[in-house]
C-alpha cells in the first residue's frame, strides 16, 4: 500500500484521485486539476470539461510512471478560488 494518500491500491489496479476546480467562464466552464499541475480544460459545459480533463489527468500519470518518475503531487493542493466549486474524481489507469 502507498503512503502517499493520493494513491489508492484496490487489487493491484492503481487508483489516484484526481482533485478538480470548476467556473463558469465567458467560453464555458473552467476546470483545472488541484493536484497535479498543468492541467486544464475549458469547454462549453461541466460534463465536457471532466470528460476531457479525465484523460489528460490518466496520460499524464501514465506518462510519469512509465519514465519510472515519481509523480509530483501537489499536497496540499492549491487553494480554490471564490468562484470554483470541488469536484473529487477517482481515476483508475
Not at 484496490?10 to 467556473?23: G, H, K, R
Request: net charge negative.
Amino acid at each position: 500500500m502507498s503512503e502517499n494518500p493520493l494513491h489508492i491500491t484496490s487489487q493491484d489496479i492503481p487508483t489516484f484521485n484526481c482533485l478538480v476546480y470548476v467556473c463558469s467562464v465567458d467560453e464555458g466552464v473552467r476546470a483545472r486539476v488541484a493536484n497535479l499541475d498543468g492541467i486544464e480544460i475549458t469547454a462549453p459545459d461541466e460534463r465536457t470539461a471532466l470528460s476531457k480533463i479525465v484523460p489528460a489527468f490518466k496520460a499524464k500519470v501514465q506518462q510519469i510512471l512509465d519514465n519510472q518518475e515519481s509523480i509530483p503531487w501537489i499536497d496540499p493542493p492549491v487553494q480554490a478560488t471564490g468562484e470554483e466549486q470541488t469536484r473529487f474524481i477517482p481515476i483508475h489507469l
